[in-house]
C-alpha cells in the first residue's frame, strides 16, 4: 500500500497535502507501519539548503547534502542507515518558498527523491528493499 493510499490523497512517491492537516497525516503514516522523518525548509530559498536538510533529517552522509549524485547514492543506501525501517517517509513541511524561488533547483531535488523511490522498492524479497516516499506539507494546499 502506498503512502497516497495509507494518507487517502492523490499522488505517487511524491504526495502533496495541506500543512494543517500534518499532525493528523503523520499520526497516519506511523499507524501504517512508515517511520517518519520529518524536514523543514521554511524560509528555505534554495534547493542546496533544503537538500541538506534533507540528508541531515535522513542520517545521510555530509557529501549528500551538497551532491546531488551523492544523495541520490545515498538514497540507494536507505537500508544501511535505517536497517530497521521497511517503510520510510520523508515529511518535507514548507517547501513552498524553494518552488517559487528555485524551481529548477526543487526539480531536480525531487527528480532524485522520486527516483529513489523507484528503486529502492523491487517487490520485498531483498532485505534492502524500502518503501521510501515523501510527503510535502504546504500551506493552503491539498492535492
Known sequence: ????????????????????????LIDRCRDA?????AVDTTGVLDFREAQ????VGLRLPETAGRNLDALADSLHDLARYWPD????????????QIIEADTPGWFRLT???????????RGGADPAD???????????LDA
Do not use: N
Open 111 to 121: 527528480d532524485v527523491l522520486v527516483e529513489a523511490s523507484e528503486r529502492l522498492w
Open 52 to 55: 541538506r536538510r534533507i540528508a
Open 33 to 37: 507501519g512508515y517511520t517518519v522523518v
Open 85 to 96: 525501517s521497511p517503510r520510510l517517509a520523508l515529511v518535507w513541511c514548507h517547501p513552498e
Open 1 to 24: 500500500m502506498s503512502l497516497a493510499d495509507v494518507l487517502d490523497v492523490e499522488g505517487d512517491r511524491l504526495v502533496f497535502a495541506d500543512a494543517a492537516r500534518g499532525e493528523a
Open 130 to 140: 524500502r518503501l521510501f516516499e515523501t510527503l510535502l506539507l504546504t500551506d493552503g
